[in-house]
Each structure stands twice: as C-alpha cells, then as structure tokens.
C-alpha cells in the first residue's frame, strides 16, 4: 500500500511515511486506499487474541512488511502490557467501557508508542539508514511518557520531547521529568501544547533545520499521532471491541455499535473513522471534548475556529486548539482533493478559522456528533459513575461519559455503545480525589492513597514508584527557542 499527502505531495510506501513522521509538502500521510476487512474475516478472528489481530489488520496497510515481521512486533509490543491491552467491560445493558491504559505508562498512547520504536527500527533497516532517527515529540501529557518509555534505548535514535511546563498534570509531569535512558531528553514550555506542536511541525518543514541535522547525521521523524505509525495501531483496538462484544453475544456480527471518544488531537477518533472506513460496523462516532470544544463548534455549524481563550482543565491532554489529524478527516470531507485541504489550512494560518460547508460535511461524515463537558460536568460525571457502577473514572473518561448521556438525552439511542476509557484515574489523582469528595489535596501522592482507600483500588506501581525516583530532566525554555534547544541539546550530547 501507497501512502500520500493530504496537500498532494510525493507518495510514499509505509516504512518511509513511518519514518518521515510527515510529509515534505506539511501535510499528512494517509492510506491511498481503505482496505477492507470482510464479514468472514471477522467472524474468523473472533477467537483470536488481541496481538494476532493487531498483525492482522496493520498488514492490510504495512504492506512492505512481513507477516512474520509484523507478528512479532505485537507479540513483543503487547506483553508489556499487564493483560489484555484493551479489554471491554459491560457496565449496564448498552453501555460498555474499553479499558486502553494497561501499559507501561497508564495511558492509551501505549498501544501505538510501544509498537512504534519496533516500526521505526524495521523501516531503518530496510531503508538502510546511516543516519540516526531523531524522535521529535510536542505532548499535551500522555504522549511524552509513552514515547519516552517505548524509545528509550532503542539503538539508533535519540528522543526529545517538549511539555507545556504549567500545562500537565503533576504525576504526568514527575512521570516524564524522572525519566531513563542514555538518549532521552525532556523540555518543559513556558507555552501550551497548540505552542509545542506549531513549532515542533516548523521544524519538519524548515529546511535548514532538515540539512543541518543531516550533517550531523539524524534525520527527524514523529511520535505525535501525525505520524501513521501512531494511527495504524489505533484502529486495530476498536476492531477488537467489536470482535469481543460479538464473541461475547452482546451483539451479532453486523450489528452496528456506537463509540464515544475523548478527543483532543484527533487522532483516537480518526482512527475509528478509518475502522469504519475499512467495513467495521459502527453507527455512531461520538468526539467528545472539554471546556476546549473547538471540535464541538466545528461539528455543529462547520466553522473551525480557534480566536477563543484556551482553558487548563482536568483533562489536560485534550487542552488542544489545533487539533492535528482533523486534516485526514478535511481531506475525505472534500473528496481526496488536495486544493480542499490546503485552502481550509490556508485560512487557518492567516486567519485562524475556517468554514465548511456544513451540507457537505452531514452527506460526506454522518457518523460524527459532538458533544462538550464543562469542568463540573465532568467532576459529576466521575461522582455519579462512581455511585452506579462502583468503577472510578479517569476525567477524561469523564468527559466522554458526560457527553454520552448529553447525546442520549438528546437522541434516545439504545445502540449499544463503547466508550473509551484512556487513562488510569491515579494519573489525575487531586482532580478525581476532588471530585469523588469535594476534598483539596494538592499533593499528588498523598491524593493518591486518598483515593486507594476511598476507591478501594491499589495504587498502579508506576505511579506508586514516582515518590522515590530522582527527577533527571529539569530544564524549562521560553516557547520561542525550540529549534535552537533541539540544537543544542544534540551538539552537547556529541561533547
Ligand atoms: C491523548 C489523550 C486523549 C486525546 O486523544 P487524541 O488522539 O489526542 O484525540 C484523551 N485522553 C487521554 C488520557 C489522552 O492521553
């Protein structure tokens, strides 16, 4: 399979749109076509486990490597994880939560940044590569942590990531700042993640930068849910969702379901677009955000605009304005037509808004809807959840289970639906501890085992062993010196 731009330029096969991260031209990578899983397949995949449907669909679109490639990366990938890597678990009659924070970091990101250095590390050796890769990463929390853990030490490629210093969590921030590893660097932001990701996507398309570094030997690639690398796995677990609720008898293979999906960046969502896409039966895909609702606004009236305040929630890793990967979405909106995306991303930059027309977007993508959660929403949905089911939710969990019940209080649907639950409540523990109790308690590890006895629930071991380990990575930089850090923390690693 072909990979091309979103903005028309060069095609590119998987290995090189992996290891390029994005394409030359700024735009992103995506599938020329959607392959199609069958009715049959999925009835034969049924009793599969989750890595040997993982090989499976990633196959369909990594055609230039080996099944056996392929089947080995998620065996190893996938046993990091403690169990099953997303298993599902039926909370009442229609309403169903998927559970992706199993991994090594207690976020969903580790389904795809576990696989990925595995991806990375086969693409290099196929293309050959003397030169080093050189993982540029912008994090609005998760990601940081879980590309940190998935490269750190892999031979041939040097990481660094940049996280708004004022904008995470303190357990997300302690989680990257105690990072190790001989080839990790972490950099805090006097900005957001929107400052981040601008200008680490800059940096792809400067050319300068792209000839200096090859000088000294890297070239850059992505760990940001822009790079395919990322997506491809993502779409392999709502696959799996279905498959277990069929395997299960909860539905009969299909039966469409709904899913609902705390959206920040865009690409968890997209990628069960892509899942549809490829013959999955899915009704519903519900983008759900916070007091953040940029995606919310451009759902319902199809004008995208981010001339409005940014907010620092509880759900930090959805304080997202520009979401990246609504580019893929834009590029289907307007029929894989590149003078479409680049006139929308035109408009952006200079103006920073643009408008669809929303008769378009309800023919060509029915299947969204969008719904937003404002901070106390989101601290009742925690509550309330935690009152009917006894389960303890993440807030950006949260988030998505407050606008469920927004959309069926609208809708009166009885689909059964999947919501995705992407964090471990401990990672958040303050915010969920306040909103379970209405009680303050800043610090973070004392809030933890506030919440353990509360909840009735141990302490992940990751989060527990933070209180002990030195913190490594202290250095803060104002927004404006990225290129120039990146630079400079390469040139001293060679001294
Ligand atoms: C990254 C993240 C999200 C948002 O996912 P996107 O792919 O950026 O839309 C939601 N919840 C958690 C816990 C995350 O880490």
Redesign the pocket.
């Known amino acids: 399979m072909e990979f091309i731009s979103t903005r028309g330029g060069a095609a590119a096969s998987a290995g090189s749109a992996i290891l390029q991260g994005m394409a030359k031209d700024g735009g992103l990578f995506v599938p020329s076509s959607f392959p199609i899983i069958t009715k049959e397949q999925m009835d034969e995949m049924l009793d599969w486990d989750y890595p040997r449907r993982a090989a499976f669909i990633l196959k369909r679109f990594l055609s230039d490597y080996t099944e056996e490639e392929l089947s080995e990366y998620c065996a190893a990938a996938y046993s990091k994880f403690d169990g099953d890597p997303a298993p599902v678990l039926k909370m009442d009659e229609a309403t169903f939560l998927m559970e992706l924070f199993h991994g090594p970091t207690l976020?969903?990101?580790d389904i795809a940044l576990t696989l990925l250095p595995y991806l990375i590390r086969g693409a290099r050796k196929k293309a050959g590569s003397d030169h080093k890769t050189l993982i540029l990463v912008a994090t609005?929390?998760?990601?940081g942590k879980a590309a940190l853990e998935g490269f750190k030490d892999v031979e041939g490629t040097e990481i660094i990531v940049f996280y708004p210093s004022e904008g995470v969590s303190d357990m997300q921030k302690l989680q990257m700042q105690t990072s190790e590893g001989s080839n990790v660097h972490v950099v805090g932001i006097e900005g957001n993640f929107d400052d981040a990701q601008t200008a680490v996507k800059s940096i792809f398309k400067d050319p300068e930068a792209i000839r200096r570094l090859d000088k000294m030997g890297y070239a850059f690639s992505s760990a940001n849910?822009i790079n395919w690398g990322r997506l491809c796995p993502q779409i392999v677990y709502y696959f799996s969702a279905y498959l277990d609720l069929v395997a299960a008898g909860e539905t009969l293979l299909g039966e469409p379901v709904n899913f609902v999906v705390?959206?920040?960046?865009?690409?968890?969502?997209l990628a069960g677009y892509y899942a549809r896409r490829m013959g999955l039966p899915i009704a519903k895909l519900i983008v759900a955000s916070n007091r953040n609702n940029v995606l919310t606004d451009f759902f319902t009236t199809g004008n995208y605009d981010v001339n409005r305040a940014f907010h620092k929630t509880m759900s930090p890793?959805?304080d997202i304005l520009i979401s990246s990967n609504l580019e893929r979405l834009l590029f289907e909106i307007g029929g894989r037509d590149p003078e479409y995306v680049k006139s929308a991303m035109r408009d952006l930059e200079v103006y920073g808004s643009y408008t669809l027309d929303f008769d378009r977007m309800q023919a060509e993508i029915p299947e969204f809807v969008a719904y937003c959660s404002s901070e106390e929403e989101t601290a009742d949905a925690i509550d309330n959840f935690f009152d009917m089911f006894d389960y303890t939710l993440?807030p950006?969990t949260a988030v998505a289970v407050s606008a469920y019940y927004n959309y069926l209080t609208d809708t009166e649907d009885e689909t059964e639906t999947v919501i995705l639950a992407?964090?471990s409540p401990f990672k958040f523990s303050s915010d969920v501890l306040r909103s379970l109790t209405r009680k303050e308690e800043k610090d973070p590890f004392r809030a933890a085992k506030k919440l353990a006895s509360y909840t009735m629930e141990e302490i992940p071991e990751q989060i527990a062993a933070l209180e002990s380990l030195p913190v490594r990575h202290k250095l803060v930089i104002p927004k404006g010196v990225i290129k120039e850090t990146v630079f400079d923390l390469l040139s001293s690693d060679k001294g």
């Open positions: 976020a969903f990101k609005s929390g998760d990601t849910s705390p959206t920040g960046n865009f690409g968890n969502i890793s959805m993440d950006h992407t964090a």
